[in-house]
């Protein structure tokens, strides 16, 4: 099943981390949140990618154009350009990443009808470029297959950002937990699988973003299921963020990292 990752956005609320690079380009580790997030759909068996490009997206295509230099020690002789000696071999080599230039300004539903070529006539994997997390992705596909709708969306619980705490009547604390995940309700994680009869809901026009009018007309039909992920889930949306998911990966706790 191919995988199409949104990465066309202008990522404002997290300028002041990176503003010369899409958001998806942006590293934890070493590596664009991108590829870890590729990464994880590889673990899976899945290794065909689709990219819905928009701002910055040269920069985007020059880190797969240039793949192994980006990825890999080498050796280059300045005389000769063209000898270059690759130190190490790439477990990545058996991806194929489709790019597609989706419109500087559009929203996410047209970017993703802008790739329907691409998909064909089978179902899809659809993700944010700005989100990890530690999903079943066997379990999803099999969820989504044996629902019958068109689209499938993880449901998570998001991350709280203040402390909880419980008390007795007479004002003693018995319990307190330090930014604990929301108790109550689901939010969109992104995580989608989708039927090609998505497509029919989709159209080009630029302003149509894929969470409002598409997904409603799905919802008014019952034609929209909902997998629930309890587990680690995190967007990338501000430097908070950032720095919470460069602090997993340095202190080997990075619940997505499982290749």
């Not at 280059?76 to 190490?88: G, K, Y």
């Not at 090609?196 to 894929?210: A, G, M, R, S, Y």
Request: aromatic residues 12%; glycine residues 8%; proline residues 5%.
């Amino acid at each position: 099943m191919k995988t199409v990752i949104l990465c066309g956005g202008y990522g404002t609320r997290i300028r002041d981390v990176a503003d010369d690079i899409p958001k998806p380009m942006i590293p934890v580790g070493r590596f664009p949140i991108l590829w870890h997030l590729m990464k994880y759909y590889s673990a899976f068996g899945h290794t065909d990618f689709v990219l819905c490009l928009g701002y910055k997206g040269q920069v985007i295509k020059d880190f797969f154009l240039n793949y192994q230099a980006h990825t890999q020690d080498f050796t280059i002789s300045l005389d000769n350009p063209d000898e270059i000696q690759f130190h190490s071999k790439n477990s990545e080599l058996n991806w194929k990443v489709t790019l597609v230039d989706t419109g500087l300004d559009s929203m996410t539903g047209s970017r993703v009808k802008k790739i329907q070529s691409f998909v064909e006539d089978a179902p899809f994997f659809l993700t944010y470029g700005d989100g990890l997390s530690n999903i079943d992705l066997t379990a999803l596909e099999s969820f989504h297959k044996s629902k019958g709708k068109t689209l499938t969306v993880t449901g998570v619980r998001p991350p709280g950002r203040f402390g909880e705490l419980r008390a007795s009547v007479d004002g003693i604390v018995t319990e307190f937990n330090e930014k604990p995940q929301a108790s109550d309700g689901l939010i969109s994680g992104g995580f989608f699988v989708c039927e090609p009869q998505i497509f029919e809901v989709l159209d080009n026009q630029d302003d149509l973003v894929f969470e409002q009018g598409p997904v409603r007309t799905l919802v008014s039909r019952q034609d929209m299921a909902v997998y629930r992920h309890d587990g680690f889930w995190q967007c990338m949306d501000t430097a908070r963020d950032w720095q919470l998911l460069n602090h997993l990966l340095q202190a080997n706790q990075a619940p997505w990292k499982i290749w």
